[in-house]
């Protein structure tokens, strides 16, 4: 029985001694092991892990390798388990834990900082200066899991108290794995500026990120908000969930669509979560002078950018990693008050065990896949006929 020294559990929550985990091989290769499961240090809680959602970078990882970084290398055959999109109960506690209670229900942020460099110091932990330097060998307190450390397609992980945000009953598991992808774009709104009542804001690209920053943006108050994309089912998506406008980018020239909708003069902010190579140019030119761009996205190669452009016009970029300053939480409080319905960007759910069907579903979009759900425990996959 799984009892550690100096961890504090409960006869509510057995915990057995190993778990059912999935590891990285060689690219693309996973593999459903068991691990002992791991134990809380000081600040760190045991979470069971109740469901994780796929993200666009737990495909990188498994495919490519960055931004994962194991033992300061590339992530495969270390016995690494990604995924890092979840949500769970706390099932015991560390060493003078006392910020939270066996069985209290939790979704987490991805990166614990080390709460020591200048960049955590300013609440900039997801750009830690010591990102991949993990406990262990180096003793630094840096955590990032599903990337630097252990992840979520498992049944527990350790977590940074700092990392866990509190999920009310009346949301569900699958909810509560979008809280953190809520929290990214609300990060972004955050780096442009924050309070964004009245200000005008284009979303480009329609995935999780883009989707739910037009649901925060218009949780915000901003006015109006335009989404492009280039498939009608999930501008729809975004229509329900705010957007003031929509434009179909294969139908219309976006930046021509989103002056004229603006009265000539463009928007204030766009947040770019397309990762189209020209998306960058064309953001430029849907600001207004002294607007302002968040690149939430990323193309696989070095993009040509217009930059006598971006300077003639004063116009800021900023580039943000993950979920800083909080957001997560102040994401969770708008779903909390149910300001919007994030479950209408999840599509499929699917058991721990078909983890590689879940894979396969989100990175080929099947059945207009957006965000796929896998639940680790008591689920019968509800989309398991799908599947065959
Ligand atoms: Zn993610
Ligand atoms: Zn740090």
């Given at each position: 029985?799984?009892?550690?020294?100096h961890?504090?559990?409960?006869?509510?929550?057995?915990?057995?001694d190993?778990?059912?985990?999935?590891?990285?091989?060689?690219?693309?290769?996973?593999?459903?092991?068991?691990?002992?499961v791991?134990?809380?240090?000081?600040?760190?809680?045991?979470?069971?892990?109740?469901?994780?959602?796929?993200?666009a970078?737990?495909?990188?990882?498994?495919?490519?390798?960055?931004?994962?970084?194991?033992?300061?290398?590339?992530?495969?055959?270390?016995?690494?388990?990604p995924?890092?999109?979840?949500?769970?109960?706390?099932?015991?506690?560390?060493?003078?834990?006392?910020?939270?209670?066996?069985?209290?229900?939790?979704?987490?942020?991805?990166?614990?900082?080390?709460?020591?460099?200048?960049?955590?110091?300013?609440?900039?932990?997801?750009?830690c200066?010591?990102?991949?330097?993990?406990?262990?060998?180096?003793?630094?307190?840096?955590?990032?899991?599903?990337?630097?450390?252990?992840?979520?397609?498992?049944?527990?992980?350790?977590?940074?108290?700092?990392?866990?945000?509190?999920?009310?009953?009346?949301?569900?598991?699958?909810?509560?794995?979008?809280?953190?992808?809520?929290?990214?774009?609300?990060?972004?709104?955050t780096e442009?500026?924050?309070?964004?009542?009245?200000?005008?804001?284009?979303?480009?690209?329609?995935?999780?990120?883009?989707?739910?920053?037009?649901?925060?943006?218009?949780?915000?108050?901003?006015?109006?908000?335009?989404?492009?994309?280039?498939?009608?089912?999930?501008?729809?998506?975004?229509?329900?969930?705010?957007?003031?406008?929509?434009?179909?980018?294969?139908?219309?020239?976006?930046?021509?669509?989103?002056?004229?909708l603006?009265?000539?003069?463009?928007?204030?902010?766009?947040?770019?979560?397309?990762?189209?190579?020209?998306?960058?140019?064309?953001?430029?030119?849907?600001?207004?002078?002294?607007?302002?761009?968040?690149?939430?996205?990323f193309?696989?190669?070095?993009?040509?950018?217009?930059?006598?452009?971006?300077?003639?016009?004063?116009?800021?970029?900023?580039?943000?990693?993950?979920?800083?300053?909080?957001?997560?939480?102040?994401?969770?409080?708008?779903?909390a008050?149910?300001?919007?319905?994030?479950t209408?960007?999840?599509?499929?759910?699917?058991?721990?065990?078909?983890?590689?069907?879940?894979?396969?579903y989100?990175?080929?979009?099947?059945?207009?896949?957006?965000?796929?759900?896998?639940?680790?425990?008591?689920?019968?996959?509800?989309?398991?006929?799908?599947?065959?």
């Amino acid at each position: 029985m799984y009892r550690p020294d100096h961890v504090k559990t409960s006869p509510d929550f057995p915990i057995p001694d190993t778990m059912r985990a999935w590891v990285l091989g060689d690219p693309d290769q996973l593999t459903l092991t068991t691990k002992p499961v791991p134990v809380p240090k000081r600040a760190e809680v045991l979470v069971r892990i109740d469901a994780v959602a796929i993200c666009a970078t737990d495909l990188e990882i498994i495919h490519h390798g960055p931004p994962a970084m194991i033992q300061g290398g590339q992530p495969f055959n270390k016995n690494f388990t990604p995924g890092h999109e979840y949500m769970g109960t706390v099932a015991a506690l560390g060493p003078g834990v006392d910020e939270y209670k066996i069985g209290e229900r939790v979704t987490v942020e991805i990166h614990a900082g080390c709460g020591q460099c200048k960049r955590c110091r300013e609440g900039m932990y997801t750009a830690c200066h010591n990102y991949g330097l993990n406990y262990g060998d180096v003793d630094k307190g840096h955590r990032a899991n599903g990337f630097t450390t252990d992840g979520g397609f498992a049944e527990y992980a350790v977590n940074s108290i700092n990392t866990l945000v509190r999920v009310s009953d009346e949301m569900s598991d699958e909810e509560a794995t979008l809280v953190v992808t809520a929290g990214t774009a609300m990060y972004g709104l955050t780096e442009l500026g924050g309070l964004v009542a009245g200000e005008s804001v284009v979303v480009t690209g329609p995935g999780p990120i883009g989707l739910l920053g037009v649901a925060v943006a218009k949780a915000l108050g901003a006015q109006p908000v335009i989404l492009t994309g280039t498939r009608d089912n999930r501008l729809q998506i975004g229509r329900e969930l705010g957007a003031d406008y929509v434009i179909n980018a294969k139908n219309e020239d976006p930046v021509g669509a989103v002056r004229r909708l603006n009265g000539g003069k463009g928007v204030d902010y766009v947040i770019e979560c397309s990762g189209a190579p020209d998306a960058i140019n064309e953001a430029a030119r849907m600001v207004n002078r002294g607007g302002r761009i968040c690149l939430a996205a990323f193309p696989g190669k070095p993009a040509a950018v217009d930059i006598a452009y971006l300077v003639r016009n004063n116009i800021y970029v900023y580039g943000i990693r993950g979920e800083g300053k909080s957001a997560t939480h102040r994401a969770e409080a708008f779903m909390a008050q149910k300001r919007f319905d994030a479950t209408k960007v999840h599509t499929h759910t699917f058991a721990l065990e078909d983890l590689p069907t879940a894979l396969r579903y989100a990175r080929e979009r099947i059945e207009d896949a957006i965000k796929v759900v896998v639940k680790t425990h008591g689920h019968a996959a509800t989309n398991r006929v799908a599947a065959e």
